[in-house]
């Protein structure tokens, strides 16, 4: 079994994806998606430690489709996201 990591993390939520997309009615997938936010969201706040002002921005967008917040990062290991120039918005 391989080791956890960022990028082994990322390629699984990548095939969890995969599968939501592929297997159940549209209500199933529709709920598996939102979990797999949750996921994501969790994976975040667990490796990236962010304040509780910036969880809540991203939950708020991610729920109710606020703008999400401008981030300064190198790269976001789960995202995906590289910084060209200390400004990058989450995707």
């Known amino acids: 079994m ?4 960022a990028a082994n993390l990322e390629a ?3 095939s969890l994806q995969n599968d939501i997309e592929v297997f159940g ?5 529709q709920r598996r998606r939102v979990l797999l936010r949750g996921f994501r ?5 667990g490796i990236d430690k962010p304040d509780m002002r910036e969880v ?3 939950l708020r967008a991610e729920l109710f489709g606020h703008p ?3 981030v300064s990062a190198e790269v976001d ?3 995906g996201v590289v910084v060209v120039n ?3 918005l989450w995707m």
Do not use: F, H, I, M
Request: hydrophobic content about 40%; aromatic content about 4%.
């Open 12 to 14: 699984l939520l990548r």
């Open 2 to 5: 391989p080791p956890t990591t």
């Open 56 to 58: 809540a921005q991203v």
């Open 25 to 29: 009615d549209e209500g199933a997938k």
């Open 77 to 79: 290991e789960l995202e």
């Open 41 to 45: 969201a969790g994976l975040w706040t």
């Open 86 to 88: 200390e400004d990058a």
């Open 68 to 70: 999400l917040p401008v």
